[in-house]
């Protein structure tokens, strides 16, 4: 049932929103299952994880998307006024919810996605506790 709504989530970035291999996608949501699938998805697609924490000040969280240019934060119900206005957001809640399944093709795009180890699979942020924030691939 996970893999199910991972590949669900991975086809929706690829297709709503032409996430390609080596974009850059945010997550910004509270620990839940929605934010494994958010990731599962991202790395799916062949995209780069950059986990935002909703705990985090305002400016921070803008920051850090601006930083890594991320031109998609993907958001939850409780995480979406976050971002509202300043970035292209998608609502896991409102996709997840919207699961039409995988078709065959589907299936096979998302198998016909390569990494190498070249890849970059995530990106975390420093503390930024002397200075800006710095990101580590």
């Not at 974009?23 to 995209?47: F, N, P, T």
């Not at 240019?69 to 996709?95: K, P, Y």
């Not at 016909?112 to 995530?122: F, R």
């Amino acid at each position: 049932e996970l893999l199910v709504y991972a590949q669900h989530l991975a086809v929706v970035l690829i297709d709503t929103h032409d996430v390609k291999e080596g974009d850059i996608v945010c997550q910004c949501v509270e620990r839940s299952l929605s934010m494994v699938i958010g990731i599962m998805a991202i790395e799916m697609v062949g995209a780069v994880y950059c986990p935002l924490s909703p705990q985090d000040p305002l400016h921070r969280l803008h920051a850090l998307v601006e930083q890594t240019h991320s031109r998609l934060v993907l958001v939850h119900s409780s995480t979406r006024e976050i971002f509202d206005g300043h970035h292209a957001l998608l609502d896991m809640d409102q996709a997840l919810n919207m699961n039409s399944g995988v078709s065959d093709t589907d299936c096979d795009r998302l198998s016909h996605i390569t990494a190498s180890y070249e890849n970059i699979a995530y990106i975390l942020f420093t503390s930024g506790s002397t200075g800006i924030p710095k990101a580590v691939r």
